[in-house]
């Protein structure tokens, strides 16, 4: 069994957005949601994909490596058990965990209702 933290990245197959497969894909580890799930965030080679995304190196790593650079999605998100994920690969820094955690409460502020 995989031993997970926020700001850990590991790798799980990741659901299209249509649920009709998975595919295995880099995820951020944002939170414990309990029984075992946690809330995880993609992580994409795919600058262009999505303007709110996240640029990383392995600069922002404590520990492992990614094999290029890579975007986070702060807002792409779902939930998983952890008996879905493959393996942990890296885990982020703090500043740079704060940071996509600081961009993903400013876009639901954005989109509070006024």
């Known amino acids: 069994m995989v031993t997970l933290s926020p ?14 497969g998975t595919k295995l894909r880099p995820a951020l580890v944002r939170a414990e949601t309990g029984q075992d799930d946690w809330l995880l965030c993609q992580i ?11 640029r990383l190196t392995n600069a922002e ?7 290029r650079v890579s ?3 702060p ?9 879905l994920i493959v393996k942990r690969i890296a885990i982020l820094n703090n500043d740079t965990f704060k940071t996509i955690l600081t961009a993903a409460i400013q876009s639901l502020q ?3 209702p006024k």
């Open 7 to 20: 700001a850990s990245i590991v790798v799980i197959p990741f659901p299209f957005s249509d649920l009709s």
């Open 71 to 73: 975007y986070v999605r």
């Open 110 to 112: 954005q989109n509070m």
């Open 44 to 54: 994409t080679s795919n600058a262009q994909i999505d303007p709110a995304a996240i």
């Open 75 to 83: 807002m792409k998100l779902f939930t998983a058990n952890l008996n």
């Open 61 to 67: 790593l404590s520990q492992g490596a990614l094999n």
